[in-house]
């Protein structure tokens, strides 16, 4: 199964250049001090504004740095700390989902609690959250987890639900084989595709929060090279230079609207109806 849906991303033309794009991205993150044309927080103001060269790709901001730089370097705090995140939100939502979905005495208690969670919309409770904690991205980072880990817990709830009473589980049970294997064995295995797409769709939402709230002054603080600061740093300079607003506008834009392919890819996959619409469309 995991095969024939490896198969299928790569014949998805759209995913294929998503997740293409989005990898040659990751590499140039892990090697951005190699990448990287200058120091990025390299100050001077002898070279502020300048326009495209050589030496500065993309130009220089209003400290004389390199943009292209900033933007490389930026990879590091955006997108990696996005899908770190996205990680361990999803690590509490497996655990809490497969949980509620397989003991009885502990789904009300975990139902009850997504409830609560979920009654209260996702923004303004992790603006709630780094109110109380203060800026930072360890504090953007937990409160990205709080605010959805309870949707995670439903969703992959809900998945679960199409298998833990089909036969081979009840008769698994029967014969006495540890609810643990049978849950790593047997239920992981049949959502995990079903999680990719939901972690993949996670990410470009998690990547839009922690730029909004480091666009607004909440969450990672300057110098670091983040896109959220560059768009506020820019934002300065719109009746000048509005050109410095172009290169983070549009790395965030085409990074979220990768995954977002990605993941509309990945659930088209999954429809059941999937290889009739190709053969149809042939």
Known sequence: MRKDFLIKIVNNKLALAS???????????????????????LVNLENKLLSFSLKYPLGTDHLGRCVASRLIYG???????SLFAMFITVFFGLVLGLLASF?????????????????????????????FLGTGI???????????????????????????????????????????????????????????MLAT?????????ISALSFLGLGVQAPTCEWGIMLNEAKELMSINPYMMLPPGLMILFVVLSFNILADSIRD???????LKIKDNS
């Open 75 to 81: 990879i590091r705090t955006t997108l990696f700390y």
């Open 19 to 41: 997740l293409i794009f989005i990898t040659l991205l990751i590499l140039t993150g892990l090697f951005a001090p190699l990448v990287s044309p200058n120091d990025p927080y």
């Open 103 to 131: 003991f009885k005495l502990l789904r009300v208690v975990i139902l009850r609690f997504c409830d609560i969670m979920l009654s209260f919309p996702s923004e303004l409770m992790m603006l709630a959250i780094i109110g």
């Open 269 to 275: 996959i999954l429809d059941p109806t999937y290889n």
């Open 138 to 196: 360890e504090n953007i980072i937990i409160a990205a987890i709080i605010s959805k880990v309870a949707w995670y817990t439903r969703m992959i709830y809900s998945f679960t639900l199409n298998h833990v009473n089909t036969n081979y589980i009840h008769f698994s049970k029967v014969i006495g084989i540890p609810s643990r294997t049978i849950i790593k064995k047997h239920l992981f295995p049949l959502i995990l595709s079903d999680i990719i």
């Open 201 to 209: 769709l996670n990410v470009g939402s998690i990547i839009l929060s």
